[in-house]
């Protein structure tokens, strides 16, 4: 198997998660793949309260601005 395949074929599970359960599933897809995991992180925390989660994330559709 050439370089060029090997590379085409290689997994990369990417993940975010408020509360952890998606970063465990993304864990078990990566350990099943033998994927890299790459988890993403914001700059500023987000609420911890879900109702202010949801206001957030509707200021920031209104304004145009992306997550951070």
Do not use: F
Not at 9 to 30: C, D, F, P, W
Request: proline letters at 3%.
């Amino acid at each position: 198997m050439s370089n060029e395949t090997k590379d085409a074929n290689r997994v990369l599970v990417i993940q975010y998660s408020l509360t952890g359960n998606t970063k465990s599933i993304a864990e078990t897809i990566q350990n099943k793949t033998g994927g890299d995991l790459l988890e993403i992180e914001t700059v500023k925390d987000y609420p911890a309260a879900y109702s202010e989660i949801v206001e957030e994330a509707k200021r920031e559709l209104e304004t145009g601005k992306l997550p951070h």
